[in-house]
């Protein structure tokens, strides 16, 4: 008989019920938006160049990564539920 594993932490349904942190409506063209870290991907940095009705497209990168790469994210992607401003910590 094999091992039964608790998947509930990979439950991705639970995520459709969480409300975004910024609205899609409020996203911004032209501004640099933080993802923490999800269930899939490391901290991100997203800097939106344009936006449709569904989508954001961009330049994103992982982590402290010099490395800008081109990226479409989807409304109904996890990561949107997470977008916040990104805001310069410690400075004064």
């Known amino acids: 008989m094999g091992v039964s594993l608790d998947r509930t932490y990979y439950d991705y349904s639970r995520f459709s019920r969480v409300?975004?942190?910024?609205?899609?409506?409020d996203i911004e063209v032209g501004?640099?938006?933080?993802?923490?870290p999800t269930?899939?991907?490391p901290r991100r940095d997203f800097l939106v160049e344009s936006k449709s009705c569904t989508t954001v497209r961009g330049k994103i990168r992982e982590g402290f990564s010099k490395i800008w790469e081109e990226k479409t994210l989807y409304q109904s992607e996890i990561s949107i539920k997470f977008l916040v401003?990104?805001?310069?910590?410690?400075?004064?």
């Open 19 to 25: 409300k975004p942190l910024t609205e899609f409506k």
């Open 85 to 92: 401003k990104r805001q310069k910590i410690g400075s004064k």
């Open 31 to 36: 501004v640099m938006y933080h993802i923490p």
């Open 39 to 41: 269930i899939l991907y």
